[in-house]
């Protein structure tokens, strides 16, 4: 048996006005999906437990089948993964963003992207940080786009952040670093805007009317998790496809080979249909591939619909389609489509509500065949919930004819 799990990162949403009362995703021409869902079964993942930060490390720890309540400690220890760094027990890594504020007295995260500034800008930028605030105890390192990592070598994990996709225009004095660190994780983004002002970087992407990385925003803290690799849990090789840290980083500690695309960017200009082949010719030789694609994600946090219905079409053809189209040579094969989470146009940032999904197998038996659309609406009302969302990974695996005869009798 094969298995195959393609994420569209935030592709849920709630329903707009602006769209005669349909989500984005159930806007979009999605044939695709609505195929495996279709054919297949269709349900509801509660991939964010009672008490948990709604974002994407809790999220795809639950759908890989780990319950966060055991093994999420934090963010920045999954980047840290992707990266190559090895943690020490007491090093804590946090997030850092290159993030643009506004001027003036009360500033507000105006872009929390720095106008998706590229991976190239963004290491010279990060050189420069930690030449200036630097130390044996203080270290940063270059990763994707606008999303990079502070060490913190003995450094407390107890500070409450902020992610700052969470606070889109508001004024930031609110939700500055609290606790036991907050005082030098300040002081450091602080410095870290004297460095950037005239940054030969920023002067560049000025003159080009792009926005500056004005400042670094530490978020997202955690030590070192200890997680049961799934590939020695169920005795499968597999791999992960993504291009950004935090899924390679969390696809690291499971036990997956990170498959690198070329192209792949973590925004709406990726290589869509290279991430679909390389994972075709990875299960030549692998039990198990998770796709990973964030454009919807950051399309939801943008606020632009048309934008997010383009990048689930897009992930729809060129991804879902993809790995459809060459089912047939295969073998057996179970499929699963999913979101991780909401990022809802109306707040642009994550809520916690459970997200549809849905699995389509080639086995006789093994689909519920309701022809329901892929959607939030027809998952709620007609699908079936899995919460804790952990558990669906087992029965994705290990027993999905004795999960579906259940629901089916």
């Not at 290159?98 to 009360?106: A, F, Q």
């Not at 803290?221 to 020695?232: D, F, K, N, S, V």
Request: hydrophobic residues 35%; negative net charge; glycine residues 12%.
């Amino acid at each position: 048996m094969k298995y195959v799990i393609l994420l569209g990162d935030g592709m849920a949403d709630y329903p707009l006005g602006e769209l005669g009362g349909k989500t984005p995703l159930e806007y979009a021409k999605i044939p695709n999906m609505d195929r495996i869902a279709g054919e297949g079964t269709l349900g509801l993942i509660d991939t964010i437990p009672d008490g948990f930060p709604p974002g994407s490390d809790v999220a795809n720890l639950s759908i890989l089948g780990y319950d966060p309540g055991k093994y999420y400690t934090g963010r920045g220890p999954l980047e840290a993964a992707s990266m190559g760094l090895k943690l020490d027990d007491y090093d804590v890594a946090f997030r850092c963003n290159l993030v643009t504020l506004g001027s003036g007295e009360e500033p507000v995260m105006e872009d929390f992207t720095a106008g998706h500034i590229t991976s190239e800008e963004a290491k010279k930028i990060i050189h420069d940080i930690n030449s200036g605030l630097g130390s044996d105890i203080f270290k940063f390192y270059p990763g994707v786009g606008y999303r990079h990592l502070f060490v913190w070598k003995g450094g407390p994990v107890s500070d409450k952040t902020t992610p700052p996709h969470d606070i889109n225009d508001r004024v930031i004095k609110n939700y500055l670093p609290q606790g036991d660190g907050a005082k030098e994780l300040n002081r450091l983004m602080r410095l870290s805007q004297e460095i950037l002002k005239d940054h030969p970087v920023n002067r560049a992407r000025l003159m080009e009317g792009k926005n500056p990385a004005s400042s670094i925003w530490l978020w997202g803290q955690g030590r070192a998790p200890r997680i049961e690799p799934l590939t020695e849990k169920y005795n499968l090789k597999g791999g992960i496809i993504s291009a950004v840290d935090l899924l390679n980083g969390t696809g690291i500690y499971a036990g997956l080979e990170v498959i690198h695309v070329e192209g792949a960017t973590g925004y709406t200009d990726t290589n869509y249909e290279g991430k679909a082949q390389n994972a075709l010719e990875a299960l030549k030789n692998m039990d198990f591939v998770f796709v990973h694609v964030e454009a919807p994600d950051e399309m939801g946090h943008e606020g632009n619909i048309e934008g997010k219905i383009k990048a689930i079409e897009d992930f729809d053809e060129k991804v879902v389609g993809t790995v459809l189209s060459k089912m047939h040579t295969l073998g057996d094969l179970r499929i699963m489509v999913l979101s991780d989470h909401l990022t809802p146009i109306s707040l642009r940032t994550h809520s916690s509500d459970p997200s549809p999904f849905a699995v389509l197998s080639s086995v006789d038996g093994e689909n519920l065949r309701e022809g329901n659309p892929f959607g939030e609406s027809s998952a709620k009302n007609r699908g079936i919930l899995v919460s804790p969302g952990h558990l669906l990974m087992n029965y994705f695996i290990k027993n999905w004819r004795g999960f579906v005869e259940g629901k089916r009798g």
